[in-house]
C-alpha cells in the first residue's frame, strides 16, 4: 500500500466509526514515528508519519522537533531529505543508503512547561493533566517542569535480518527483545527493559498499544508495571504496528531551565505473524 493510502485509510476509517456512533476510547496520548514501511525492498525511499494521538496509528496533531535524523548503518547521525508539517501529521521522507538496519528518530524534543510538586516522596503534575494543586498536603513545594520527548522506530533496507533487540536513545531507554530466534512474531515472547540514566528504572508503568486498539475491549492499551529491575515480560498477539511507550518524571539536568522534565521515549515496532 502506497503512503498516501495508509493516510487515507486512516481518516476514512476515524470518519465512518464516529459517523456511525461507534465509541472512541482514547488511550494515552503519544507521539510516534510510523514508516511507509518496516523493511524497504525496492527503491530506497522511506516515507514516515511524525504524529501525536490518542488512537494509534490515527493521525492528530503534528509532532515537530528541531532534531529529526536518521541513525545510519555506520552510527552516523544525518538528516532527512523533506520535511513537511500540516495540521495532522509531519512528513519525513529521506532516501536511504546502503542496506542495513536504519533508526529514525525525533531527537530529544523539550516542550511545554507547567508545574509540579513531590507527594509522598514521587512527582506529581499539577494542573490540566494532574493533581489540583488546592489538593496539596500543605508545605508541598511548587517545582517548575518541562516534557522531553523521544519517539523512534527501526526499518531494515535490503535483505538484512532485524536485530534482536531495539534500543532507543535518550536518558529514559527502551530495550525491547524478542526472545525467539524467528525475530518480533505474534510466537515470540517480548522482554522490555527499562533505563534511566544508565541504571534499571523500577516500578514505571509501561504501556503498549497495538494499532487501531481504540476500538477494542482494551482501547486503551495494555499497561504493565516494571520490575526492580527495570523489566517485564509482554504479551503481544496481533501482528502489525504497535507502540511501547514509557513516561518517567526526574530532576532536570545542570543548566535547564525547569526544575525537572516530564520524560517520554516511545518506540514503534512490527509483529509479524
Given at each position: ?26 488511550s ?40 529529526f ?26 532516501t ?106 523500577s ?15 482494551h ?12 523489566q ?23 543548566g ?16 509479524l505473524?
Amino acid at each position: 500500500m502506497v503512503f498516501r493510502q495508509c493516510i487515507d485509510r486512516y481518516l476514512v476509517l476515524s470518519t465512518i466509526l464516529a459517523a456511525c456512533g461507534f465509541p472512541q476510547i482514547a488511550s494515552a496520548d503519544v507521539g510516534f514515528l510510523l514508516p511507509n514501511a518496516f523493511k524497504i525492498d525496492e527503491g530506497t525511499t522511506v516515507t514516515t508519519i511524525a504524529s501525536f494521538s490518542d488512537r494509534f496509528p490515527s493521525i492528530e496533531h503534528p509532532l515537530r522537533s528541531k532534531d529529526f535524523h536518521i541513525l545510519t548503518v555506520d552510527g552516523e547521525k544525518r538528516a532527512f531529505d523533506d520535511i513537511q508539517s500540516h495540521d495532522q501529521v509531519t512528513l519525513l521522507t529521506a532516501t536511504l543508503g546502503k542496506p542495513g538496519v536504519y533508526r529514525l528518530s525525533s531527537g530529544n524534543r523539550l516542550g511545554r512547561k507547567g508545574k509540579a510538586s513531590i507527594v509522598d516522596g514521587s512527582y506529581v503534575r499539577l494542573g490540566r493533566d494532574g493533581l489540583d494543586p488546592s489538593e496539596l498536603p500543605a508545605g508541598s513545594p511548587i517545582l517548575t517542569s518541562q516534557t522531553a520527548t523521544i519517539s523512534e522506530v527501526y526499518i531494515r533496507h535490503g535483505e538484512v535480518e532485524l536485530p534482536t533487540t531495539l534500543s532507543t536513545s535518550g536518558r529514559l531507554s527502551l530495550m525491547l527483545t524478542a526472545q525467539d530466534a524467528l525475530g518480533f512474531t505474534t510466537d515470540a515472547d517480548l522482554e522490555l527493559s527499562v533505563l534511566f540514566d544508565g541504571k534499571p528504572l523500577s516500578d514505571a508503568k509501561a504501556t503498549l498499544v497495538a494499532s487501531f486498539d481504540s476500538y477494542t475491549d482494551h482501547g486503551e492499551g495494555l499497561t504493565y508495571t516494571l520490575t526492580d529491575k527495570g523489566q517485564v515480560t509482554l504479551s503481544a498477539d496481533r501482528p502489525g504496528p504497535h507502540v511501547i511507550f514509557v513516561r518517567h518524571m526526574a530532576k532536570a539536568p545542570a543548566g535547564a531551565e525547569t526544575d525537572i522534565r516530564s520524560y517520554t521515549t516511545a518506540l514503534v515496532f512490527e509483529l509479524l505473524p
